[in-house]
């Protein structure tokens, strides 16, 4: 099993910053990439940005690009968000999941508690 925490969200003003964190730990050498959902009141839960654990390739959200940067130590124990000009509409709960497979955007098999990032306008 692998277990997932996240830490870093809060309250920001529009076009404000804030970089979130999520803690691998457990059976991580299953894990062959990451990635970070968001999921805002009365909406589906969105994909955002996905790294591979090696390479460290990246996929983004066309609603976050150029915005929003993923990264991994190099331990591959933590995963990182780094969101810059933050808008309203980024206001959600953001998840860190863990997948054991190649899809980049479904079919994670681990998730964590998710952490709130509220942006204010």
């Known amino acids: 099993q692998v277990q997932l925490v996240e830490s870093g969200g809060g309250l920001v003003q529009a076009g404000g910053s804030l970089k979130l964190s999520c803690a691998a730990s457990?059976?991580?050498?299953?894990?062959?990439?990451m990635g970070w959902f968001r999921q805002a009141p009365g909406k589906e839960r969105e994909f955002v940005a996905n790294?591979?654990?090696?390479?460290?390739?990246?996929v983004y959200a066309d609603s976050v690009k150029g915005r929003f940067t993923i990264s991994r130590d190099n331990a591959k124990t933590t995963v990182y968000l780094q969101m810059n000009s933050l808008r309203p509409e980024d206001t959600a709960v953001y998840y860190c999941a863990g997948n054991r497979g190649y899809n980049v955007y479904r079919g994670y098999d681990y998730w964590g508690q998710g952490t709130q990032v509220t942006v204010s306008s």
């Open positions: 457990g059976r991580t050498f299953s894990i062959y990439a």
């Open positions: 790294i591979r654990w090696n390479g460290g390739s990246t």
